[in-house]
């Protein structure tokens, strides 16, 4: 792959966050949401870190961070992550981890945690492992597959 820009969202990337959006929201079997607002209201969402990976200026994946919690777990990270389908499975998703984790680090976070990493989802589990985080928690049927029912949700953990 040539080399993937990592950076802040900027408002001229608004479409290719819908477009990433609606792909994923079609798919239905790994995201909680059920509407793009809702993705974008959480998303864009104030206090957030929002970043693009582009390739050549096409936009293929997004993620955002911020606190897991807030106050007493605020020194604890979460974020969220999108790749278009288009750019699955040619390091865009592992680039916007690494890149994650050394913002967190940089802004003082002590460690990463994952909420809801549904199950059934095995690329993303098998990345989040291969960077370092483990399985510290498993939620059964809290999740509603499209296909195959209510599945269980990892809680993934990872000290910086």
């Known amino acids: 792959m040539a080399a993937l820009e990592i950076r802040p969202y900027a408002p001229q990337d608004l479409d290719a966050l819908r477009r990433i959006g609606e792909e994923i929201l079609a798919d239905g079997s790994v995201f909680p949401f059920e509407s793009l607002q809702g993705v ?3 998303w864009l969402a ?7 990976a582009c390739l050549d200026g096409e936009v293929l994946g997004s993620y955002e961070l911020g606190p897991n919690r807030p106050d007493r777990g605020s020194h604890v990270a979460n974020a969220g992550y999108m790749v278009a389908q288009s750019a699955r499975g040619r390091g865009v998703g592992q680039a916007m981890g690494e890149h ?3 913002l967190a680090r940089s802004l003082g976070y002590r460690a990463m945690q994952f ?6 989802n095995l690329s993303a589990v098998r990345l989040w492992q291969r960077i370092g ?5 498993e939620v059964p049927e809290a999740f509603r597959h499209p296909s195959l029912g209510l599945v269980s949700v990892y809680v993934m953990y990872r000290e910086l």
Not at 133 to 137: N, P, Q, S
């Open 40 to 42: 974008l209201d959480h």
């Open 46 to 52: 104030p206090g957030l870190h929002t970043f693009v």
């Open 100 to 102: 994650s984790l050394e």
């Open 115 to 120: 909420n809801q990493v549904v199950s059934t």
């Open 133 to 137: 985080f483990r399985i510290v928690g």
